[in-house]
């Protein structure tokens, strides 16, 4: 099948079982549009007879079946299917993610987190689990050299020296161990000082410190136990721990709600602030005013068409950034097999509580049911994991006949088990606000292509 849109005086077709992008001319556009198969020249020529020449129409019919016969359009989904069944999947750990605090100084409403605790008790992780977690990594590892420990809470800056306890015992055991430990932590900068931002700064490979755009869009979702607003705290010490990066990778993450439809605004609020790495996400869940209803989202569609064309004259300008929902490196990305295969949580990546329980991604701590064993004795469920594993985009239905199918992965285990009761269905809300996003990616990276020919 052939995704076509039109989009800012771009016209776009996206092959859904190769992952292709084209920019077409009006003819070769209106020729693939609505087609779920190649139309012979004497369809296309009845299609189009009555507003192009012939030999114009020939000549498009041409490129296109060039493209077709190279793979590039009309491919089939058993192409791919191949090529999964011909590689083996590296199953050995890459990643934990470390909740080092259960607890948290703010109280965010849309907190996936229910407000810091995982629903499981306020606590914090001892030095003795975290350093147990770092060695289950290693020993788990196999063969790869790169590992990564995120930080995560809950607020983990409230439990800062089990943070610095462990890149210590990191970097000590990096020469014996033959590993490289990439460093992660998420925070909502609210507990920064000049020791911590130093620190980070140091040690942390990269930073995502939470804002959600403009202070009338941040204080009433994220404020603390009392209700205050966390604005005014948070920004100074981003901005302070951020001119510190050198260069360093960081991320500014914010989330919108029903509340700030206008998300855009917020975007751009952040980039008026000097952060250059923005992502502002859709809020996930229901049963409150802050999530969003069927009726909401042609709104939303339609906000971040108009994000998309407020970022093309930031690049424009002086005051360029990137905004992580609009890059696609449509020559470097992930590979076609990783594209397929998704996250790798529950055998790449696991998240640890603090009493030391696995599980297959942060999101999942605290629900019982998802819990895969621990790092004392190991996976004792490997019959989750393997479902996790094989939750590809061939197993879900929703998946395997959508054309964004190659640019999302089929989407969060949690976000699906958590709407639908069930990894294998995803979330209909963000599936259309993903396709959306990636709609405007592609248009951007088609504007970009032609700057860089002028």
């Avoid at 809950?154 to 089990?162: S, T």
């Avoid at 709407?419 to 990616?441: D, F, H, W, Y």
Wanted: net charge negative; glycine share 8%; proline share 2%.
């Amino acid at each position: 099948m052939i995704h076509t849109y039109s989009l800012n005086g771009y016209n776009i077709a996206v092959d859904e079982n190769s992952g292709a992008v084209h920019v077409l001319d009006d003819l070769t556009y209106e020729m693939l549009q609505n087609e779920e198969e190649l139309p012979t020249i004497d369809g296309a020529i009845r299609k189009l007879g009555n507003k192009y020449s012939k030999e114009d129409i020939v000549e498009g019919y041409e490129e296109i079946l060039s493209l077709k016969e190279q793979g590039g359009l009309f491919s089939s989904i058993k192409d791919i299917e191949k090529i999964v069944a011909s590689k083996d999947v590296n199953t050995n750990l890459k990643a934990l993610c470390l909740h080092v605090s259960h607890d948290c100084n703010l109280r965010c409403e849309y907190c996936f987190a229910s407000e810091g605790d995982y629903n499981s008790g306020r606590e914090l992780m001892s030095e003795e689990v975290a350093i147990k977690a770092v060695d289950y990594l290693v020993e788990n590892s196999g063969g790869r050299q790169k590992i990564e420990i995120d930080f995560f809470g809950g607020e983990p800056l409230m439990n800062f020296e089990v943070v610095e306890a462990v890149v210590k015992y990191g970097r000590r055991i990096e020469k014996e161990s033959g590993k490289r430990f990439h460093f992660t932590i998420t925070t909502n900068g609210t507990l920064l000082n000049d020791h911590r931002i130093d620190f980070i700064n140091e040690n942390m490979d990269n930073v995502v410190i939470s804002i959600d755009g403009r202070k009338e869009s941040h204080d009433p979702v994220r404020h603390d136990c009392n209700g205050k607003g966390s604005y005014d705290r948070i920004i100074p010490l981003a901005q302070k721990l951020v001119a510190g990066r050198n260069g360093k990778s960081y991320f500014v993450r914010g989330t919108f709600t029903a509340k700030n439809k206008d998300f855009s605004n917020d975007v751009m609020h952040l980039a008026d602030l000097g952060f250059k790495e923005i992502s502002v996400e859709p809020v996930v869940g229901n049963g409150s005013d802050l999530y969003f209803k069927e009726s909401d989202i042609p709104e939303l569609l339609k906000e971040y068409e108009n994000l998309a064309i407020k970022y093309i004259e930031k690049l424009s300008s002086d005051n360029k950034f990137r905004f992580y929902h609009f890059y696609i490196n449509l020559d470097d990305g992930p590979c076609l097999f990783k594209r397929i295969t998704a996250c790798g949580a529950g055998y790449e990546y696991m998240a640890v509580s603090p009493d030391g329980k696995l599980y297959p991604c942060h999101q999942f701590v605290g629900q019982e049911e998802f819990a895969v064993g621990d790092i004392y004795n190991g996976i004792s469920n490997n019959k989750l994991c393997m479902e996790l594993k094989n939750n590809t985009i061939f197993e879900k239905e929703t998946c395997r006949e959508c054309w964004a199918k190659l640019f999302c992965s089929g989407g969060c285990h949690a976000n699906s088990f958590f709407t639908n009761g069930t990894i294998k269905q995803p979330n209909e809300v963000s599936c259309m606000l993903q396709k959306k996003r990636i709609e405007c990616a592609l248009m951007i990276n088609a504007w970009q292509a032609e700057q860089d020919e002028k």
